[in-house]
């Protein structure tokens, strides 16, 4: 896990437009996995996140979504 819960000035640091961000409430996480860097691999976490009653995956690159497994794909953003 990379990210958690963040302070409104934390998240808007890093580069997030959204006021009211899961993150800044505690219900989101960035999750990066060491190593994952086939597409495969991201597109199961995304997967597996998303067999979690109430969790959405989002694939993300920094703060923008990206299609899951894109080479440009840093972490899967969790949000509850």
Same mark, same amino acid.
């Given at each position: 896990? /990379?990210? !958690?819960?963040?302070? $409104?000035?934390r998240n808007r640091d890093v580069g997030s437009v959204l006021i009211n961000s899961n993150h800044t409430i505690g219900h989101a996480m960035d999750v990066t996995?060491? &190593?994952?860097?086939t597409s495969q691999k991201w597109i199961l +976490? /995304?997967?597996?996140?998303e067999q979690i009653e109430g969790v959405n995956g989002i694939c993300e690159n920094? $703060?923008?979504?990206?299609? !899951? &497994?894109?080479s440009n794909q840093s972490h899967?953003? +969790?949000a509850w």
């Open positions: 896990m /990379n990210s !958690c819960y963040r302070n $409104p000035q996995v060491l &190593g994952a860097r +976490l /995304n997967d597996a996140a920094g $703060p923008k979504q990206v299609a !899951c &497994g894109s899967v953003h +969790l």
